[in-house]
């Protein structure tokens, strides 16, 4: 039996049972020597079997040599023994969403497989995250009535951040009970910050933030940062009268 492996990170048990580790690519742009015609399917069915290993099974079409596996646009397995008709994906990140497709090739011509499966692995963990980094007066605010919530990522070494749930509220605290509610905003990953504007001087403001992944399970961190001098020592400028109760969010 042979295998061949369009990865780097060979490994022996790779080879014995058809398994390679995970990583994520641009999408797949077939060559001039590509055979879209017929019904080949390729990939046709998969499975996750954990929270970091995704099962493929592939059909070969009559007369080809070579089965090539792609996930997310990238080559990560190649067989040339017909009897093989599974592959396992090793080493992917719970939470993440993975896309693939199995080309055959028959005397020297790729044949694309018409069947593109979207696959995740088992997601029963949330993010590793430590929740709101800071809570400040958004800097040359001319109506000095804004906070500009920031973040850092999540940790690499859990599940992977599909968004985060920004949390506002007026008032000192913030218990278990009020992440229950709608957050005020959701930010989609790669936002690492929020402004939240018409918070109102010296009105008390807290705010919190949560990771979650794609099927909506997030970390249950409970820190809070505070704002205005009722709650810190810090806080917006007094401008006179307290103004209205209203937070409306805007990315940046």
């Known amino acids: 039996m042979k295998f061949s492996y369009g990865i780097s990170q060979l490994i022996v048990y790779a080879m014995l049972t058809g398994c390679v580790g995970g990583g994520q690519g641009s999408l797949f742009q077939p060559g001039s020597s590509t ?11 998969g499975d996750p079997i954990d929270s970091s290993r995704i099962r493929v099974n592939f059909s070969w079409p009559a007369d080809a040599s070579e089965m090539d596996i792609y996930r997310n646009g990238s080559l990560v397995a190649t067989f040339t023994d017909e009897s093989v008709t599974s592959f396992i994906d090793l080493n992917l990140q719970e939470g993440g969403s993975y896309q693939y497709r199995c080309d055959a090739k028959i005397n020297g011509i790729l044949k694309q497989g018409s069947n593109v499966l979207n696959l995740s692995p088992i997601n029963v963990n949330a993010p590793i995250f430590s929740g709101i980094f800071s809570a400040t007066p958004k800097l040359n605010d001319p109506d000095n009535d804004s906070i500009t919530v920031s973040w850092n ?6 599940p992977l951040v599909s968004y985060y749930k920004i949390y506002a509220k007026p008032g000192c605290s913030m218990i278990g009970a009020d992440f229950q509610a709608p957050p005020k905003i959701i930010s989609t990953l790669g936002n690492l910050s929020v402004d939240i504007d018409g918070i109102g001087d010296e009105i008390p403001f807290s705010f919190a933030v949560r990771a ?4 909506d399970i997030c970390d249950e961190n409970l820190n809070v940062k505070y704002i205005t001098p009722v709650c810190s020592d810090s806080g917006l400028p007094d401008t006179g009268a307290p103004k209205n109760l209203k937070a409306i969010a805007r990315l940046f």
């Open 153 to 158: 990522p999540a940790s690499s070494s859990g």
């Open 212 to 215: 979650c992944t794609s099927n």
């Open 35 to 45: 055979d879209t015609s017929g019904n080949f399917q390729g990939c046709v069915t």
